[in-house]
């Protein structure tokens, strides 16, 4: 295994039959998030008999697996919600269960030797539920059948209050084999079977009092029929648990069934007379971190394909945005998508920076077939990394020409190694040898090897960055030093003392206060600079991270707003506050973060032609990236200065486009169709404590805004039956549907609305 799970403990015996299809895993000690995902990687491979031994609490065991023919043996007590959504595998557990069991479930077999907890085969749709001994409350809630599927669940003991409230479908069979003659179905008043609009339940050995049966339920003579109708679950029960089936089969029977409609109908809103003329309507639409994303990840779809158990397929969704996603989004991102989440309403955003790094992307990257169209990329920043890995992942060969000796443009020669670690850098960096992209290093393009790359490659991305950096024009100005400068010279080790005879007590001015100019303060502090002698003045406030400038600010370094910059000489600069009043400010040395621009003279004339008075590339829509010249492209800082993240996107988009146009297909441009801020439902959610998630259940946090998760709280919802889900596709009996818009109202992602029919 790679990434953040651990190797599993396979042990087979090779003279066993099928023994290539069978592993065990010691469960012990292994969360339940991982335990799941091996189960599911070992499915994947062909294994057909997994056994767990030392389960311990786990949650969540065998959570949607849809393999019809494995079979998973546990070992222990699992934890509440075992075959959650099962569709087709056998569970067996030997030990007790918790609550919860066969949650859902669609289809497969579970068997219990033990006792089962409370709230068993919630809402379950289909297949089998074998418990040896008792259970506990609220057994069979919501019991229905779906489409052909009947729901079985057999008990062996006795069951506590509500055994089938609100029951929709399926069998119960309560068999009480040690005939026991009170407490077999709970001994409460109007408890048993208490909303029962659907289903059967079968009772062997007790008659039930008239006070124990809940509204809407019937006690009903048993038919021979109904008889032949539950031999075979009982036959089945008795050989799962090695029982004698005959003496069980011999004794009284007292069969349950609806006494009429649903009995509690009047009490839905709206109730079942009113037709509103409306219908409820699926529609997903983009999440507000995914609209608000420059590089268009898309948080929210990654967060539900975890939910639903699928890590991999979570990771390689990203994979299709991004190559840098653990050196960019876990590390220097600013996280525009954390400022627009829908949770931080309630109390704190998802934490996608974590996300980002718990999910370690070390899936091999997958390829389509190779093209023979050559492409050259100028520029190893993250506009033209992005635009290499999306065409090298389509199949084109793919060179990358820089003038520096490593790629990743400013990540590496300007981003502080504290916000960025160069191992993290490196990480990513490791998939594009597996793409096969070539780097071409230590190379500086001109007009004549341009000319070259030309004739070479079917298409040029011209994504070369804004290095050169731009002083502003102010009197004094020779006394100003470069930051972007500094930064490169300080990330190549030039620096092994003080810089330009600074000592700790000099006072450094940073004119600027972006990420760049938190770069630059923590490398003046890593030289040895005091904190407290360092000043940031800004002409508006500050755009770098919050909690960066609170951590500097907190060890006394002063950001001040809005100054502007007026002179400069070799004691200090002067500047001018909001009401123009000029103030001193005493510098040893003045570093300037405020802009650079690129340096394009390489290019053929008709694409110098459409610069700027400022030097770059710009358009106003950057909808296509094609310059006058029909096969070059632009992409990155050279179409104007942008995050990281901004020209990852940027790159990605150029791609596409490219290769729309040599595979001769209508570039059609991404659009985000964001969710309506009406739908947004921040007032459902329940705050929770950071403490209280560990960053792999972040999942349970996200309220999936726009997007369904097929959790079908809108399919149970229904007060008439009349929505239904086959799949990801959801269904609306029009001739039931009265319009009411429970299910729209239920629905916590917004997914559903009620439109006129």
């Known amino acids: 295994m790679t990434g953040n799970y651990p190797s599993l403990e396979l042990n087979m015996r ?14 012990d000690g292994i969360y339940y998030r991982q335990l799941n995902e091996n189960i599911r990687r070992l499915a994947l491979e062909g294994k057909r008999r997994i056994i767990l031994k030392g389960v311990r609490g786990q949650r969540y065991l065998g ?6 023919d494995l079979y998973l043996q546990v070992q222990g007590i699992p934890g509440e919600d075992l075959g959650f959504n099962l569709n087709g595998p056998t569970i067996e557990v030997f030990g007790h269960s918790q609550n919860a069991v066969a949650n859902t479930m669609d289809n497969g077999k579970i068997i219990v030797h033990g006792l089962g907890g409370d709230a068993l085969a919630y809402g379950m749709r289909g297949g089998e539920l074998f418990v040896r001994d008792d259970v506990g409350y609220r057994v069979g809630i919501h019991m229905k059948e779906y489409r052909r599927k009947v729901p079985v669940l057999v008990i062996g003991g006795t069951s506590g209050d509500y055994l089938g409230e609100y029951m929709a479908g399926g069998l ?18 109007k408890t048993l079977a208490t909303g029962i609009h659907g289903g059967e339940i079968y009772l062997f050995g007790y008659e039930p009092p008239a006070y124990l049966l809940g509204i809407g339920a019937l006690l009903t003579p048993v038919t021979r029929d109904d008889l032949n109708k539950i031999k075979p679950y009982v036959r ?17 029977l007292f069969k349950i069934v609806p006494a009429g409609k649903r009995p509690f109908a009047r009490f839905y809103y709206p109730s079942y007379p009113v037709d509103t003329g409306l219908k409820p309507v699926h529609v997903e639409k983009c999440s507000p971190c995914e609209a608000s994303c420059p590089a268009g990840i898309p948080t929210g779809r990654f967060l539900r394909l975890l939910r639903l158990g699928e890590a991999e397929k979570a990771i390689r969704l990203l994979d299709e945005y991004t190559p840098l996603r653990y050196s960019c989004c876990g590390f220097i991102c600013p996280h525009i998508c954390m400022e627009n989440c829908t949770r931080r309403q309630v109390d704190f955003p998802v934490r996608s920076e974590e996300l980002a790094r718990y999910y370690k992307n070390d899936l091999t990257v997958e390829m389509e077939e190779a093209k023979s169209e050559r492409i050259a990329v100028i520029g190893a920043g993250p506009a033209g990394l992005s635009a290499a890995y999306q065409l090298a992942r389509r199949g084109y060969p793919v060179t990358v020409f820089d003038e520096s000796h490593r790629p990743g443009g400013k990540l590496y020669q300007v981003v502080s190694r504290i916000r960025l670690p160069l191992e993290s850098l490196e990480h990513d960096l490791q998939k594009f040898a597996s793409l096969g992209v070539k780097f071409v290093l230590n190379t500086s393009v001109n007009k004549g090897m341009m000319e070259n790359i030309l004739k070479e490659y079917e298409h040029v991305v011209v ?18 030093r470069a930051g972007l400068d500094f930064l490169k010279d300080y990330n190549l080790g030039r620096f092994t003392g003080s810089y330009l005879n600074l000592n700790p007590q000099s006072d450094v001015v940073v004119v600027g206060g972006g990420d760049a100019a938190v770069d630059g303060i923590e490398a003046f502090m890593a030289l040895g600079a005091a904190p407290d002698r360092i000043t940031v003045i800004d002409i508006k406030r500050p755009s770098a991270k919050g909690e960066e400038r609170s951590r500097l600010e907190a060890e006394g370094i002063r950001f001040r707003y809005p100054l502007f910059l007026q002179e400069v000489n070799k004691e200090g600069l002067i500047v001018k506050d909001a009401l123009g009043q000029e103030q001193f400010l005493p510098a040893a040395l003045v570093l300037v973060f405020i802009n650079e621009r690129p340096q394009m003279a390489f290019l053929p004339e008709e694409v110098l032609a459409g610069l700027d008075q400022r030097g770059f590339y710009s358009r106003e829509d950057e909808v296509s990236f094609r310059s006058a010249h029909p096969r070059i492209s632009i992409a990155g800082d050279v179409q104007g200065q942008g995050l990281v993240t901004t020209n990852i996107g940027r790159g990605r988009k150029c791609a596409l486009e490219i290769d729309a146009l040599l595979r001769g297909r209508e570039y059609v441009p991404e659009k985000k169709d964001p969710l309506e801020s009406v739908f947004l439902q921040p007032q459902k959610a329940s705050p929770a404590g950071e403490e209280e998630l560990s960053i792999e259940e972040e999942y349970d946090r996200c309220l999936h805004c726009g997007i369904c998760v097929q959790c079908d709280r809108c399919v149970e919802a229904c007060p008439r039956g009349a929505l239904t889900r086959d799949g990801e596709t959801f269904n609306v009996d029009l001739f039931l549907c009265g319009g009411c818009g429970t299910c729209a109202a239920t629905c916590l992602g917004g997914v559903i609305r009620m439109v006129p029919r």
């Not at 959570?63 to 019809?68: D, E, K, R």
């Not at 089945?236 to 009284?252: G, M, N, S, Y």
């Open 14 to 27: 090779a003279s066993e039959p099928g023994a290539d299809k069978t592993a065990e895993i010691d469960a």
């Open 63 to 68: 959570a949607g697996l849809s393999f019809t």
């Open 172 to 189: 119960i069979i309560l068999l009480n084999k040690d005939n026991a003659k009170e407490f077999v179905a709970g001994n409460s008043d």
């Open 236 to 252: 089945e029960f008795a050989r799962c648990f090695q029982i004698e089936a005959v003496p069980l089969l011999k004794r009284e």
């Open 463 to 480: 994504s070369v960055g804004a290095h050169q950096p731009l002083l502003p024009p102010v009197k004094g100005k020779k006394y100003l």
